[in-house]
């Protein structure tokens, strides 16, 4: 099954490759002036998988034993 990620990391070098096609033939941008350009779209998508659309640590709360609030160990011995 393809995720969020798996998508963002294929878009990444078709946002370059793309991206400065397109510059360079559509609006008729030098090639040195578009791969910038064309890489300021993925940092975006960079940025928007870190930060807008973070991975998370799933819980499992079912698996895990709630912890107890009483302990039946000996404290320890700080001598």
Same mark, same amino acid.
């Given at each position: @099954?393809?995720?969020?990620? +798996? %998508?963002?990391?294929?878009? %990444?070098?078709? &946002? *370059?490759?793309?991206? $400065?096609?397109?510059?360079? $033939?559509?609006?008729? @941008?030098?090639? &040195?002036?578009? %791969?910038? #350009?064309?890489?300021?779209? =993925?940092?975006?998508? %960079?940025?928007? =998988? @870190? *930060? #807008?659309?973070?991975? #998370? +640590?799933? #819980?499992?709360?079912? &698996? +895990?034993?709630?912890? /107890? &609030?009483? /302990?039946? =160990?000996?404290?320890?011995? =700080? +001598?």
């Amino acid at each position: @099954m393809t995720g969020y990620y +798996d %998508i963002v990391l294929g878009l %990444i070098p078709v &946002s *370059f490759i793309g991206g $400065t096609a397109a510059l360079t $033939t559509v609006a008729d @941008m030098a090639t &040195s002036t578009a %791969i910038p #350009v064309a890489a300021v779209l =993925a940092v975006l998508l %960079i940025g928007h =998988a @870190m *930060f #807008v659309n973070a991975p #998370v +640590d799933v #819980v499992a709360e079912e &698996s +895990d034993p709630a912890p /107890s &609030s009483t /302990s039946t =160990a000996a404290p320890p011995q =700080a +001598d």
